[in-house]
């Protein structure tokens, strides 16, 4: 499913024109979900302090992912990343290249697939996502998925060849913030909410990760911090 236009915002979607997307400026896409209109707000800063934007909160280091489990279940993370526990650890980094404050897949690597816990079945108004890079590791590209885990046939820890949605599990949004001109690097704020407030009462969320480029090995984002907000 792409992005649709909505208030005749342009959404990006990989392939097509977009006219760029400054930074500060924030573009709003909207997605069509069953029952609900999700909207993806995206913003790049390049100033400090860090992960300071407009209309995307700044991390935080107590929301309803702050305690999450974090596993991975495709791909391979990066030996030189901090690993899935920067997701959810409240911390950011200080510098725009900084690989042991973030998590990012393996180099040459298509990217991976991770799965969230929150713990509880949760109401979640907001999954915010941040990262930053001084170039093309610093664009978000991913579909995140969720599932309150009760369906007969949930499978926690789908691989990849197998659609999430014949095992409980529902599309949230594709999330993809890159543009075809301008600079790419720079911090990233993602936000996907719900225009009625809610996105859903979910325990699990799955995030397939996707490099940002294939011109060389250096296309899997730097993640900083995953958020979720609780309604
Ligand atoms: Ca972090």
Redesign the pocket.
């Known amino acids: 499913m792409l992005p649709s236009t909505a208030g005749g915002t342009p959404a990006v979607v990989p392939g097509l024109p977009f006219a760029s997307v400054r930074f500060a400026i924030a573009a709003i896409l909207v997605a069509c979900a069953a029952n609900a209109e999700v909207t993806i707000t995206v913003e790049r800063s390049e100033t400090k302090p860090a992960f300071r934007f407009a209309h995307v909160a700044s991390?935080s280091k107590d929301d309803a992912a702050s305690n999450a489990r974090v596993e991975l279940i495709a791909g391979t993370v990066d030996r030189g990343s901090a690993g899935l526990a920067?997701?959810?650890?409240?911390?950011?980094p200080g510098t725009e290249d900084e690989p042991e404050?973030n998590l990012f897949f393996r180099a040459d690597s298509w990217g991976g697939r991770f799965r969230i816990d929150l713990g509880a079945v949760t109401d979640i108004a907001a999954i915010n996502s941040y990262s930053w890079h001084p170039d093309t590791r610093a664009p978000q590209v991913y579909r995140v998925y969720a599932s309150d885990g009760t369906a007969p046939n949930f499978n926690p820890s789908p691989g990849v060849k197998i659609d999430l949605a014949t095992c409980g599990w529902r599309e949230i949004a594709f999330v993809d913030t890159r543009t075809k001109e301008g600079d790419k690097g720079g911090q990233y704020g993602v936000s996907i909410t719900d225009t009625g407030g809610s996105l859903g009462r979910y325990r699990y969320l799955i995030f397939d990760v996707f490099e940002t480029e294939s011109d060389d090995p250096w296309g899997n984002t730097f993640y900083?911090?995953i958020d979720v907000v609780k309604k």
């Not at 920067?86 to 950011?92: S, Y």
């Open positions: 991390p920067a997701l959810t650890d409240g911390k950011l404050a900083s911090e």
